[in-house]
């Protein structure tokens, strides 16, 4: 079964440029989640999608940040404009459903913001 | 608030000792509690969870114990292996809608 892919693997920005990661979930996992990990902290959830629609998008900075899922499959999450402390790991998880809870997560994505 | 403390931040035992790391959290209502094991430039990977209807899970070298009245719970690791250091993570779901929240992690470190 293959796992959760995210694409790229790294990406180095200079502030207030953009940025759009991409993250392809498990096949016929619904629920899809966007982490945010800076080193050496734990991963902070950004979103929480439940098929195409918003679950939980509380810690999400909506003044730069957003978050797609069209189709209920493929997400992409977006940072305009960038800023230094974004610098971080951007982690994608699925997972069958919000009651099949168990998260299966990508590589990431490192971001570096100069 | 949707909170999950661990402690230890760092952790070093010698090959063959066991581990223990903790975690607490916030929400009465929270029901699932794994735990995921991070290795350098990758992501988090799940070794084991636990639900609330149950107090141990073992799986090998692995076995994680919940008190839910005290609202806190553990991994521990016996016979540790050098490839066992490694960044560990406890989460719990709140809200009941699979909201993840993780710890703040533990630096686990083997030394042969």
């Known amino acids: 079964e293959a796992g959760v892919a995210q694409s790229p693997r790294y990406k180095i920005i200079e502030k207030r440029q953009s940025v759009a990661f991409w993250c392809n979930p498990i096949?016929?996992?619904?629920?899809l989640y966007w982490y945010q990990q800076i080193l050496g902290q734990g991963p902070k959830l950004l979103i929480q999608?439940?098929?195409?629609?918003?679950?939980?998008d509380s810690q999400l900075p909506k003044d730069r940040f957003s978050a797609e899922r069209l189709k209920g499959v493929d997400s992409t999450l977006k940072i305009q404009p960038a800023k230094l402390e974004d610098s971080a790991v951007y982690l994608c998880?699925?997972?069958?459903?919000?009651?099949?809870?168990?998260?299966?997560f990508g590589q990431g994505t490192r971001l570096t913001v100069v | 608030g949707e909170n999950v403390e661990q402690h230890p931040s760092t952790l070093s035992v010698q090959e063959g000792d066991s581990a223990v790391i903790k975690c607490t959290y916030s929400?009465?209502?929270?029901?699932?509690f794994p735990w995921y094991k991070q290795e350098l430039g990758k992501g988090p990977q799940l070794i084991i969870d636990?639900?609330?209807?149950?107090g141990e899970k073992k799986d090998q070298r692995i076995a994680v114990t919940l008190n839910k009245t005290a609202k806190h719970f553990s991994l521990h690791i016996t016979e540790t292996q050098p490839e066992d250091s490694a960044v560990y993570f406890c989460?719990?779901?709140?809200?009941?809608?699979?909201?993840?929240?993780f710890g703040q992690g533990t630096e686990l470190s083997v030394k042969p």
């Open positions: 998880a699925s997972s069958i459903d919000r009651v099949h809870t168990e998260a299966f």
């Open positions: 096949s016929g996992h619904a629920t």
């Open positions: 999608f439940q098929n195409n629609g918003v679950v939980d």
């Open positions: 929400d009465s209502a929270s029901n699932y």
């Open positions: 636990i639900r609330s209807n149950v």
């Open positions: 989460a719990a779901i709140y809200n009941q809608g699979g909201k993840l929240i």
